[in-house]
């Protein structure tokens, strides 16, 4: 039995999914910096990543489609919006946290010349 010949058609469209997720530079970013300070205004996160605005507009949307991140608009002004994980998004804490110790190992076993 392998782990390929276990996966419902159901499960490998939630696998293209964190995939499509993880192969992008900002999004994986996004997650993270959203792990570990919660709920962030947009100009917070623009400022944190140094990305432009146009850019995480597009990726907060995609993530939101995703149901990985929610976005919270308050009826204020000036306009008042708050990004923060979804119960799925909190769930990719343990998956970030694999994929740094797998860097931090990979960093300290491999030469440098591979690291390109």
Do not use: C
């Amino acid at each position: 039995m392998n782990l390929i010949d276990d996966i419902t058609p159901e499960m490998a469209e939630k696998l293209a999914i964190l995939n499509e997720m993880h192969k992008n530079k900002w999004r994986p970013d996004i997650v993270n910096l959203l792990l570990e300070k919660g709920t962030l205004r947009f100009g917070e996160i623009k400022k944190d990543l140094g990305i432009t605005q146009k850019v995480l507009t597009e990726h907060l949307k995609w993530l939101e489609q995703h149901e990985i991140v929610q976005r919270k608009v308050f009826a204020e002004v000036p306009p008042h919006v708050e990004y923060s994980l979804t119960e799925v998004g909190k769930h990719l804490r343990p998956v970030h946290e694999s994929m740094r110790v797998w860097a931090d190992f990979y960093a300290q076993n491999s030469s440098p010349t591979n690291l390109d």
